[in-house]
């Protein structure tokens, strides 16, 4: 291993931020790090058709123009829990030879997703609300010897959307909405030697070799409209802007002489559009679907900047994302005026080329089968429940640890499946 000294240290210069970021699929099991997690009434239909369907406040999360619907002042407040089931199974190698076995189980730790939202019609044709809620997140923790712990460590990432809407009513069938979204985010990662300690003096496997923690505030904006064909059948297409993010805050590793030094990280989170309809065929039954596109090909490289580093770059990783679809179908029986039942089925695709894939963003397509229910307690009171199994596929990661190469690699598996159980009360006065 002592050979393989200058390699390691290429590896963690250029893996850090990379595994801070874009680990997230082990958490949020959307594609790479986004959230879907917004209402449980959203949950138990897989999220299909909720830029159209309107039936709670918690439609802000997708499309402000449906805020014309209203008729009374709503309030929704909602609350997701997930549990991840994550493992990765594989080795280190050096050329054909096999170093060490590097495998772990279990490493995304379970997650709770709050969102609140407030919906006030002003008029006949206007109307106001704000939604508090995430698009982005993460949190994965490696133990603190794992084998290749250069590139796994303990990753968290939180954001947190303010996000204040408008919509006008232009005649019976036409809606449009808009609004700002103010991004609050903080990151933080830590990474450990593992295997790779033999190869640095003085170090044991749980040696911390790289800190990164920062946060920031970005602003973007959202539209969205609506389209009542009558009162049954329903289209929406809804669009939210990137958000660039610019983290300033402590870096410390190889690049900085392993001193804590300021360092500065650009991130974007990329824009999303959704196309919706709902459909009620009959008193009893209704189907309903989305289309959701997200522009990951704006993700290519991460980058970390510093006067303090060498050459003014900390790190640098390319990426190259391409831009990702979901698809989602769904169905809601209206058994009788106090309850409804719903189910749903998304296929989710990931913006990872194989190429790229790695133990920094073990990322694969999912399968989502939903159901859920809501209780009406009376006309303007309701409680929505909602679970999903969300199925990811196994996939093989072989990384090179410097620039690709085959001198020292990671080669195996990653599989992780999850559970999810939402709650929701929804008023209206």
Known sequence: LQRENTMTTAFFKKSLIAAAVTLASTQTFAAAFQLNEHSASGLGRAYAGEAAIADNAAVLSRNPAAMTTFDKMALSVSGTYIKPDVDVAGDIYAGPTKLAPSSESDIAPDAFVPATYFIQPLNDQWAWGIGLFSNYGL?????????????????????????????????????VGAGINAVYAAAELNR???????????????????HLKGDTWGFGWNVGTLYEINDN??????????????????????????????GNLKLDLPAQAEFAGYHRLNQQFAVHYSVNWTDWSAFQELKATSSNCAGGVCLQKDEKFKDSARY???????????WEARIGFAYDNSPIEPEYRSLSIPDSDRIWYSAGATYHI????????????????????????????????????????ALLASAQFNMKF
């Open 328 to 338: 989602a179908l769904g169905g809601t029986w209206y058994v009788n005026p106090s």
């Open 139 to 175: 949190s994965t923790e490696y133990s603190k010897t794992f084998a290749a712990g250069a590139g796994a460590g303990d990753t968290e990432l939180l954001t947190f959307n303010i996000n204040p809407n408008i919509a006008y009513r232009i005649n019976s069938s036409f809606s």
């Open 192 to 210: 450990y030697a593992g295997a790779l300690s033999a190869a640095i003096p003085g170090a044991n496997s749980d040696t911390r070799l790289a």
């Open 233 to 262: 059948n329903r289209l929406a297409l809804t669009y939210r802007s990137q958000v660039d993010l610019s983290f300033d805050g402590d870096f410390q590793g190889a690049t900085s002489g392993n001193r804590v030094v300021d």
């Open 378 to 417: 009376n006309p303007d009171m309701s409680l929505d429940f909602g679970m999903a199994y969300l199925d990811g596929k196994e996939v093989d990661v072989n990384e090179g640890l410097r620039n690709h190469s085959d001198a020292l690699r990671w080669k195996g598996t990653s599989h992780g499946n």
